[in-house]
Structures are given as structure tokens and as C-alpha cells.
């Protein structure tokens, strides 16, 4: 079973606009890694964030963590259409860093 | 450094027979993954290994399935009878030892029919 969840599980926007993605979980955790996944394709690491951290940025993504809360939000900043893809987030707890995703949020940007 | 390499990317077979998939992580990563994913939901895990010891394996795999990493490189997944609930991607991943990002392969896809 999974247990995790991404939150909207889809949204569309229009190219230039922000997409906000949000996923929870139900343990406690070491990090939490964000993923893409274009159709049929496997999945391309985005940004890890660990348990201690707050908030991370890389180039047009944002990530924040509250851990009080078992949360994760993703934000995509001025959307382009090549981010059109499905986007996951894996928990990772445990001494064996195995990742527990969520069915994650299919993002479609309208060019 | 040339990513996660797995090897059928596809994978037609018939209700019944054996399937093996191979996967070649990156050079120096101690740590590989075997997923599943199906569509519309995310990658679920199935087994675990550091180096070639298998440390983990998950309720989801059965009897039929078979996962080994001899030498502590390259990992094989066979699935043995093979059903048509087993038609899914296959995902594997690896990291390095002091690191915790997973990097994931492209997929083998396999359809049971």
C-alpha cells in the first residue's frame, strides 16, 4: 500500500503561471525527494530535502517540508509546457532509505 | 557517469513464462532499488540491496520473483510463471553510500499476455 499523497492529484495551467503541488505522508522520515516523470519514461530527480530542512530552492523549484504536519509542497515557478509530466514525491525512512511514493500530480502546462 | 541502465526496455511475454531484467546502476553506487509501478500510481518498493547482500524485500514479492546483484554490481530481477498482473514498469534505482539520492533507470515495461 502506499502511503503517501499528492495533492491536487491533476492540474492545468497556462505557460508563465506557478504550480503548487503538495504531498503528505504518515511516518516519520529521513528526507523527501521530488520526481518527474514524463509518459512512459522513468523517474528524473528534482530536489531531495532533509528532515532538518525547511525550505530548498533550485533554479525555478521551491520546496518547504513540515515535518509537524507530514508535508511537502512543490513549487514551480514562470511554468514552461516542457513541465507537463507527473510529478512524485518519495519519502524515505529507515535504515534502508527504500522511498514510499504517493500516485503523484499529473501537471499539465497550456502553452 | 552514464545514469541507471536497464535492459529489456520493453518486455512482451505470454501468461505462464519466465521474464528476467537486468539493471546496471551507476559506477560506484553500493545501493540498488527494484520498483513497480502501475499505471496511475506511483513506484511501489520491492527489494533492496548494499552491494550484493539483499536486505530488504517487500510483501509484493512473491514466491514467483527472484532479484540478485552477484558481485555487487549489475542486479537481475526474474519472474518466474508469470501473470497478467504482473504487466507493470519496472523501475530501478541506485545511490551512493553516503549520499541518499535515489537515481532512477529508465524502466523495463512489461506486458503479460
Known amino acids: 500500500s502506499q502511503q503517501g499523497e499528492e495533492d491536487p492529484q491533476a492540474l492545468s495551467i497556462q505557460e508563465g503561471e506557478n504550480a503548487t503541488m503538495n504531498c503528505s505522508y504518515k511516518?516519520?522520515?529521513?528526507?523527501l525527494q521530488w520526481y518527474r516523470q514524463n509518459s512512459g519514461r522513468g523517474l528524473v530527480h528534482l530536489i531531495l530535502?532533509?528532515?532538518?530542512?525547511r525550505e530548498k530552492h533550485s533554479g525555478r523549484l521551491r520546496v518547504t517540508l513540515d515535518t509537524s504536519k507530514k508535508s511537502s509542497s512543490l513549487l514551480i515557478t514562470a511554468s514552461r509546457a516542457a513541465d507537463t509530466a507527473s510529478y512524485f514525491c518519495g519519502n524515505s525512512g529507515g535504515s534502508n532509505y527504500k522511498l514510499t511514493f504517493g500516485k503523484g500530480t499529473l501537471l499539465t502546462v497550456n502553452p | 557517469d552514464t545514469g541507471v541502465s536497464q535492459d529489456p526496455r520493453h518486455k512482451i511475454t505470454k501468461r505462464g513464462q519466465n521474464v528476467t531484467f537486468r539493471c546496471d546502476p551507476i559506477?560506484?553506487?553500493?545501493?540498488l532499488y527494484w520498483y513497480r509501478q502501475t499505471l496511475g500510481q506511483g513506484p511501489e518498493f520491492l527489494t533492496y540491496?548494499?552491494?550484493?547482500?539483499?536486505?530488504?524485500k517487500s510483501r509484493l514479492l512473491s514466491d514467483r520473483f527472484s532479484a540478485e546483484r552477484p558481485k555487487g554490481s549489475f542486479s537481475t530481477l526474474e519472474i518466474q510463471r508469470t501473470e497478467q498482473g504482473d504487466s507493470a514498469m519496472y523501475l530501478c534505482?541506485?545511490?551512493?553510500?553516503?549520499?541518499?539520492?535515489?537515481?532512477f533507470g529508465p524502466g523495463t515495461r512489461l506486458l503479460v499476455l
Open positions: 534505482a541506485s545511490s551512493f553510500r553516503t549520499q541518499e539520492t535515489q537515481y
Open positions: 511516518t516519520s522520515i529521513n528526507n
Open positions: 540491496f548494499q552491494n550484493e547482500a539483499q536486505l530488504e
Open positions: 559506477s560506484e553506487h553500493n545501493r
Open positions: 530535502i532533509r528532515s532538518n530542512e
